[in-house]
Each structure stands twice: as C-alpha cells, then as structure tokens.
C-alpha cells in the first residue's frame, strides 16, 4: 500500500491564494539591502588576529612573572624591616636595662662599622657620605622609580 | 545563561585562546560591514576592527561582561565605538555620524543627498547598465540589485549605520537605540525612510508588475 505524504510548508496559502505583493516587494528589498550591506574582511583576518591573541596571552604571562618577582622582593623587604625593628628594639630595650650584652654591643659594633666604612669609600668614589640625608633621598628616588613603573603599567594595560 | 557563546567563553577564559577564533569566525564580517561604514577605507576598518576584537578578548579574560545577556550586542558596541574613536583620531575633526543624535533637521539632510544620488548616480549607473545589457528590454533581477546596491552605497552614515546595524548585526531597534544613543522613535524612522525612498526609487523605475518576476 503506498503512503503519501504531504508536507505543507506555507498553511496559510491554502487559505489565501492570493499573494500579498507588496509584502513580498518589500521583502524582496530587504534581502538585497541586506546583500548590499554585507562587507567581507580579508581572508587571513582571523589568522592576523589570533597571532595578536597569542602575543597578549605571552604578554599576560609575563606580567603574571615579573608581579609575583615583584611581590617576593616586596615581601622579602618588609620582613626583613619588621625583623630589623625588632631587634633594634629588643637591642635598645637591653641597654636601658643596664644589662651586660657584649654580644649584642659587638654585633651594633661591627654593622656601625661596616656602614662606617661604606660610607667612607662612598665619599671617596662618588663624592658623598652615607647620612641620614642622603638616606633619605636615596629611599625618595626608589619610591619614585617604584611609583612611576606601577603607574606606566597600569597606563599601558588601559590603553 | 542563555549566552551561546557561554561555553566558548569559560573555554578562553580557562586559557584556551585558540577557542577565540570560533567568535572571530563568526563575527568578523557582520563587524566588518559595521566598522567599513564608518571608515570607509578597508586597511582602517580592518584595523579598528583587530582592536575592537582584543577588546573584547580582554573582557572575557577579565570578566567584564559578566552580567551581560549577549556577546554579540556587547561587542558590536565595541566595533562601533572603536570605529568611531579610530575616525575621530584618524580626521581629527567632528566625525560626520555626529548627526545621528541630532533633531529632525538631520532627515532633511539624509533626504537631501538621497535626492541627490538619485538624480545624478542611479540614472546613470542603471542606464550604463541597460546599454551593455542584450536588446530584451525586461528588466533583470540583476538590474535592480545593482541599483539597491549602488543606492546603500550612496546614502548618508546616518542611515548606513542603522541599516548594518538592523539588518546585519541583528540588533533590535531598542539595542541600536541605547548603542546610538536616539530615542528609539529615530530609529524606526530611518530604518522605514531608507526603505521606503528606496522602494520609491524602484517602482519609479520599474511597473509593479514586472518587478514581481524577480520576487
């Protein structure tokens, strides 16, 4: 027994044979306006494009590097300063006690010496000793330095 | 999330760069269409539109458009706003869609160049046209696409973009509307004008009757 099967795809013509032409000019329009407007970029476009993707993602691991060095130093140097303080502290604190502390007095000895002696050969090779002052302007020019990179990174990360 | 590229999306941003070239693919040439009516020149659209793409890659890295419902209506606003920022920079002066938020007065002046395009480049091309084309004298299907053709490249930014951005990008008036920055009443209004001096155009040129062979 053979089966037909009709496959309706327009219902509504069955009931309006009649077409609507203006409808249709107007879609007719639409679909060459459409045509019209489709522009097609160059065929290695995508190619171009994805070797920029890959250097961004270079340049992104790179920050991710050179953040976590920076971190590290960063960390190293604070903790290095707070164990500083400390002992500074615990060292000041021994001496007002009146307390015997020849270890101690030796070790504050030997570093006021070192820093005697860089300083010394600082002023004989550039010209300038080693003071409270020009501690200070040392530690401004770092923060500087410090401030400016951070600065230029995140310019160049908005642009 | 009913974002199609929602998977694409956690791919990349989970490092799988090479997925980036899957949205590209697909978006490169309705972004292409955008960027070039801007421009105009092909090197500068296509320029822009590298730009416009690492944009939206690094949104998806950073997650910027979380919260977003469609990559396609965020990044064709991308497109558009680089495209515009790239010709202000490249002109160094008022970039000419600068018209698009303004009054009323700027339908008179799309209608202007319209009219005038009609007048001097249609009956030229289309008659240029005729000549070369056999002595039947029924119009072709080709004929009128060449003019709808020759008509879309001649009218102003102010309607161009709208049109790419309706019938290309597949944006919906209110998305245009928020992109451009016009009351959505605007839109409609360019969208339907273009059409219809369009369709002017052609049934001053052809009987209703004879175009409909090509429907």
Same mark, same amino acid.
């Given at each position: 027994m053979k089966i037909f099967n009709f496959n309706i795809s327009n219902f509504y013509s069955i009931f309006s044979p009649m077409q609507d032409d203006s409808k249709n000019i107007d879609s007719y329009l639409e679909e060459n306006i459409r045509i019209s407007l489709k522009a097609s970029a160059s065929p290695n476009f995508s190619l171009e494009l994805m070797k920029r993707v890959e250097l961004e993602k270079e340049f992104a691991k790179e920050d991710v590097k050179t953040e976590r060095i920076v971190r590290y130093i960063i960390g190293s140097l604070t903790s290095l300063m707070v164990v500083f303080a400390i002992i500074i502290g615990f060292v000041m604190k021994t001496n007002e006690d009146g307390k015997e502390i020849s270890y101690f007095n030796s070790l504050i000895n030997t570093f006021s010496t070192f820093v005697e002696n860089v300083s010394l050969t600082a002023a004989e090779t550039f010209g300038f000793a080693f003071n409270f002052e020009t501690g200070i302007v040392i530690l401004l020019i770092m923060v500087c330095v410090f401030l400016f990179s951070f600065a230029e990174k995140i310019i160049f990360r908005k642009s | 999330m009913s974002e199609p590229y929602s998977e694409i999306i956690n791919k990349i941003r989970n490092g799988d760069s090479a997925e980036f070239r899957i949205i590209a693919d697909e978006m490169k040439d309705k972004a292409f269409s955008l960027t070039i009516k801007i421009l105009k020149s092909k090197e500068e659209a296509e320029d822009s539109l590298q730009e416009a793409f690492m944009k939206l890659y690094r949104a998806i890295i950073e997650n910027q458009?979380?919260?977003?419902?469609k990559l396609s209506t965020y990044f064709y606003s991308i497109v558009y706003n680089t495209a515009v920022d790239n010709y202000k920079k490249l002109k !160094?002066?008022?970039? !000419?869609?600068?018209?698009?938020?303004?009054?009323? !007065?700027n339908f008179e002046e799309g209608d202007d160049l319209l009219k005038k395009y009609y007048e001097n480049e249609i009956k030229q091309s289309v008659y240029e046209e005729r000549h070369e084309?056999?002595?039947?004298?029924k119009i072709s299907g080709r004929e009128v696409e060449k003019i709808i053709k020759s008509y879309i490249g001649h009218i102003p930014e102010q309607y161009s973009v709208i049109l790419t951005m309706f019938y290309i990008n597949d944006l919906s008036h209110e998305e245009i509307s928020d992109l451009l920055k016009l009351p959505i009443g605007t839109v409609k209004n360019r969208i339907f004008r273009a059409k219809a001096k369009l369709k002017d155009i052609i049934l001053k040129k052809y009987p209703e009757e004879e175009l409909l062979q090509y429907v």
């Amino acid at each position: 027994m053979k089966i037909f099967n009709f496959n309706i795809s327009n219902f509504y013509s069955i009931f309006s044979p009649m077409q609507d032409d203006s409808k249709n000019i107007d879609s007719y329009l639409e679909e060459n306006i459409r045509i019209s407007l489709k522009a097609s970029a160059s065929p290695n476009f995508s190619l171009e494009l994805m070797k920029r993707v890959e250097l961004e993602k270079e340049f992104a691991k790179e920050d991710v590097k050179t953040e976590r060095i920076v971190r590290y130093i960063i960390g190293s140097l604070t903790s290095l300063m707070v164990v500083f303080a400390i002992i500074i502290g615990f060292v000041m604190k021994t001496n007002e006690d009146g307390k015997e502390i020849s270890y101690f007095n030796s070790l504050i000895n030997t570093f006021s010496t070192f820093v005697e002696n860089v300083s010394l050969t600082a002023a004989e090779t550039f010209g300038f000793a080693f003071n409270f002052e020009t501690g200070i302007v040392i530690l401004l020019i770092m923060v500087c330095v410090f401030l400016f990179s951070f600065a230029e990174k995140i310019i160049f990360r908005k642009s | 999330m009913s974002e199609p590229y929602s998977e694409i999306i956690n791919k990349i941003r989970n490092g799988d760069s090479a997925e980036f070239r899957i949205i590209a693919d697909e978006m490169k040439d309705k972004a292409f269409s955008l960027t070039i009516k801007i421009l105009k020149s092909k090197e500068e659209a296509e320029d822009s539109l590298q730009e416009a793409f690492m944009k939206l890659y690094r949104a998806i890295i950073e997650n910027q458009f979380e919260a977003r419902a469609k990559l396609s209506t965020y990044f064709y606003s991308i497109v558009y706003n680089t495209a515009v920022d790239n010709y202000k920079k490249l002109k !160094s002066k008022r970039f !000419s869609i600068v018209s698009i938020d303004v009054d009323d !007065s700027n339908f008179e002046e799309g209608d202007d160049l319209l009219k005038k395009y009609y007048e001097n480049e249609i009956k030229q091309s289309v008659y240029e046209e005729r000549h070369e084309m056999s002595s039947d004298k029924k119009i072709s299907g080709r004929e009128v696409e060449k003019i709808i053709k020759s008509y879309i490249g001649h009218i102003p930014e102010q309607y161009s973009v709208i049109l790419t951005m309706f019938y290309i990008n597949d944006l919906s008036h209110e998305e245009i509307s928020d992109l451009l920055k016009l009351p959505i009443g605007t839109v409609k209004n360019r969208i339907f004008r273009a059409k219809a001096k369009l369709k002017d155009i052609i049934l001053k040129k052809y009987p209703e009757e004879e175009l409909l062979q090509y429907v």
